[in-house]
Each structure stands twice: as structure tokens, then as C-alpha cells.
């Protein structure tokens, strides 16, 4: 029996975890905030010294991007100081870790895809703090995946699929980013390309994996309306197009968000769907068949 220990319980990565097809012989134990809680960092060491997994995941994070301008000791001890103890421990008991981590270590100004070898330049608090978890994961585990990615969403928790969806109920004009390009990431895919990565005992490093086929946050809201009206949801009758300088928010978006996910095919043989493909099954789960 090949015990997967996942960091965090409630999130929508650690909720599709929960929910993925996992090999025959596989006990999957669940770590909420409640035992193992990346602010105390000491409780990572306790708990992973005692369990003894196999294969470590983490799945929690300090993700309110803007929140953390004006909170940064708190980001950086979830971000940075939770992950480095919790490598440290994993490497104690010869487990590997596999570390999810976002695009925002990137500043945005590249003009095509970034590559897992682009510098790193992070442009807020959120991101400069999960460029030092990297960092520190890096150096306290040599059997380590860190997976960055992008623009998550999935039927649970908070996110823009379902944001979209209840403003667009509520308004009859939405007006939404269109100067900003990434990749739309469905948390079950993430799910699955860990699944596949806590199988291996190969390839440790830094990968990225999104969504295939980069859009706009405009793009990505009129997709979801799309898909909502073929399934009988109200929808607004306007999305306008509107430049990152019309919706100012505390912390700074990198304008390109794009991932060459290239490396974890060659290496892992993971190759992401398309987005539209994935928000199908997501707004499958939320509104339920189209008509």
C-alpha cells in the first residue's frame, strides 16, 4: 500500500484530488488546516515525521493575490516557510513532493509562452511569495516536482467560471478584462497530471501544465456564457471588453500568462486538453447537460 499524503482538504485542487482515479493501491490521507496548517510549519514536520508517506502533495496556498499586498508576512509563511518544512520533511523520510505553484513567478511581459527556464520576475506579494516557496522547496528536496499553473477553476470553491456565472444571472452587462492572455486550467486535469507524477519515481524538477490554447478573460467569460446558454442559463445580455487599466486591483496580473506545458510531455507524457473541452465537463457539473 503506497500512501499519498495531500496537503490541504477543502480547495478545489485537493477537492478533485479527492475525486480522481487513482491507482489500485493507493490510500490517499487528506491533511486539512486542522493538521498540518502551513502558517505553523512545525506541524508539517510532526505530522509527515509520524505518517511517513510515500508521496507528498501539496495542495494548500495562500491564493488571495490581492489580499496579500497588505498581508505579506502572512503569504510568505504559507507560500515560502509552510512548503520549505514541509520538503524538509518529506526528504527525512524519503518521500518525494510534488508542489503546485502559479504563473504570477513570471512578470508578464514575455511575448510568447513561457518556458519552465524564462527568469523568473514576480510583480506582487502572491507572486514573489511563491517564487521563495519554489525556491525553498528547491533546496530542501532533491525528489521534488513543482507544478506551476494557471488560472484554475472546477466546480468547487471560488473561482471565474463560477463568478461568471452568478453575475451573469444578476446583470445584464458584465465588462471583463481583455488585455491579459493565459490558459483556462480545469483543477481535474491538475488532478490527473499529479496522479500520473505521484506514479513516477523519475523527472524531478519544475514543469508547467495549463489548459491547451491560450485566451482573454474576456474570451474565457464569453466561452462559459456560451456554454450556459446551451444550457438554458440566463446569461447577460452584454460582455464588454475592457483594458486591465479600467479595473484596477491592488496586486498587479502579469498581462501574459501563457505556459509552454511542452517539458511535462516529453518528460511525464502529460498532454493537457483544451480548455473549451474541460469547461464543458465543468459547466456539465454546475448547470448540468446542454438542452
Not at 21 to 33: I, K
Not at 68 to 95: I, K, W
Not at 178 to 198: E, W
Not at 226 to 236: D, E, I, M, S, T
Request: proline letters at 5%; one cysteine or more; aromatic letters at 6%.
Amino acid at each position: 500500500m503506497k500512501t499519498v499524503l495531500v496537503v490541504g482538504e477543502t480547495g478545489q485542487l485537493a477537492r478533485e484530488l479527492a475525486r480522481a482515479a487513482w491507482a489500485p493501491g493507493v490510500e490517499l490521507t487528506f491533511a486539512g488546516r486542522d493538521i498540518i496548517d502551513l502558517a505553523r510549519p512545525e506541524t508539517a514536520t510532526a505530522v509527515v515525521a509520524a505518517m511517513k508517506p510515500g508521496v507528498v502533495v501539496n495542495a494548500a496556498a495562500y491564493t488571495a493575490v490581492d489580499k496579500a499586498e497588505s498581508d505579506a508576512d502572512q503569504a510568505f509563511l504559507v507560500n515560502r516557510d509552510g512548503p520549505a518544512a514541509l520538503a524538509r520533511a518529506a526528504a527525512t523520510v524519503g518521500a518525494p513532493l510534488i508542489h503546485v505553484s502559479t504563473d504570477y513567478v513570471f512578470d508578464g511581459t514575455k511575448d510568447g509562452a513561457y518556458t519552465e527556464d524564462d527568469p523568473v520576475a514576480p510583480v506582487s506579494v502572491y507572486g514573489r511569495s511563491k517564487e521563495a516557496g519554489e525556491r525553498a522547496v528547491r533546496e530542501a528536496a532533491e525528489r521534488h516536482v513543482i507544478l506551476r499553473t494557471a488560472w484554475v477553476y472546477s466546480p468547487f470553491g471560488s473561482n471565474f467560471v463560477k463568478t461568471m456565472l452568478r453575475l451573469g444571472a444578476e446583470r445584464e452587462e458584465l465588462r471583463v478584462v481583455a488585455d491579459q492572455r493565459g490558459c483556462p486550467t480545469a483543477a481535474a486535469d491538475i488532478a490527473a497530471a499529479i496522479v500520473r507524477l505521484a506514479g513516477a519515481d523519475h523527472g524531478w524538477g519544475t514543469y508547467h501544465y495549463s489548459g491547451a490554447g491560450p485566451t482573454t478573460w474576456h474570451g474565457f467569460a464569453e466561452a462559459i456564457f456560451a456554454g450556459a446558454v446551451a444550457r438554458g442559463a440566463k446569461v447577460p445580455a452584454r460582455v464588454t471588453a475592457i483594458g486591465t487599466a479600467d479595473y484596477p486591483t491592488p496586486a498587479v496580473r502579469p498581462a501574459n500568462s501563457v505556459l509552454d506545458c511542452s517539458r511535462i510531455d516529453r518528460v511525464h507524457g502529460i498532454v493537457a486538453r483544451n480548455w473549451r473541452e474541460a469547461l464543458e465537463d465543468c459547466l456539465d457539473a454546475l448547470i448540468g447537460p446542454r438542452t
